[in-house]
């Protein structure tokens, strides 16, 4: 499975402009966790990519990402990515037991409110973010209300990293792929 296979399956898939923006926050993140570690950027961004990519069709906890995964399989996604795509959602009950699988969790949801954090930005870019702007948003729970924040806090927590210097690699990720994400600004 190559990434041009995998971005035709999200294509296919989802239709949402945003949720594309998202899973391609993930994938940059992950690749970029995945060079870090010396781990397969190609495989760990896959990973990342195709995570969410059957929310449209299966937009429940009863459904999403559990029937997702016979898709991926007949895609021929490779059982390790589809392990991790599985494993990011904890009511799924496959255990995080890999770094990639770790790291999937860790970078799901804080893409979620580093975008959200740009947004508000008079120049809706990303490059005019910095953690500091996304702390002071972390303590406002009303912002990005949706955003779980203490599952972020338990997914570093089980990578062994501080959740700023996290929050600094996943802002240094999507910086990289700012206009893909179209915060690139006005």
């Known amino acids: 499975m190559n990434r041009k296979q995998a971005y035709e399956i999200v294509k ?109 930005r008079p120049s809706r870019s990303i490059h005019d973010v910095e953690v500091k702007s996304v702390k002071k948003k972390w303590g406002e729970q009303r912002f990005a209300a949706n955003v779980n924040r203490e599952e972020i806090e338990k997914a570093v927590e089980a990578l062994d990293l501080d959740l700023w210097e996290h929050v600094g690699h996943i802002l240094q990720s999507m910086q990289r792929i700012a206009p893909q994400l179209g915060l690139d600004g006005d």
């Not at 995570?51 to 999403?64: G, K, N, Q, V, Y």
């Not at 895609?75 to 795509?85: A, Q």
């Not at 790291?103 to 893409?111: G, K, N, P, R, V």
Request: charged share 25%; net charge negative; with cysteine.
């Open 12 to 120: 296919e898939f989802v239709t949402n402009e945003n949720l594309i923006r998202h899973m391609l926050a993930v994938e940059a993140s992950m690749e970029d966790y995945a060079h870090l570690w010396g781990e397969d950027p190609n495989e760990w961004g896959l990973a990342g990519l195709l995570h969410d990519f059957d929310w449209e069709i299966h937009p429940t906890l009863e459904t999403h990402p559990q029937e997702g995964a016979s898709i991926l399989r007949e895609r021929g996604v490779p059982d390790k990515i589809i392990r991790g795509i599985l494993s990011h959602a904890d009511h799924t009950g496959v255990p995080r037991e890999t770094r990639m699988e770790r790291a999937l969790m860790a970078c799901d949801e804080i893409t979620g409110l580093i975008t959200a954090v740009a947004l508000v």
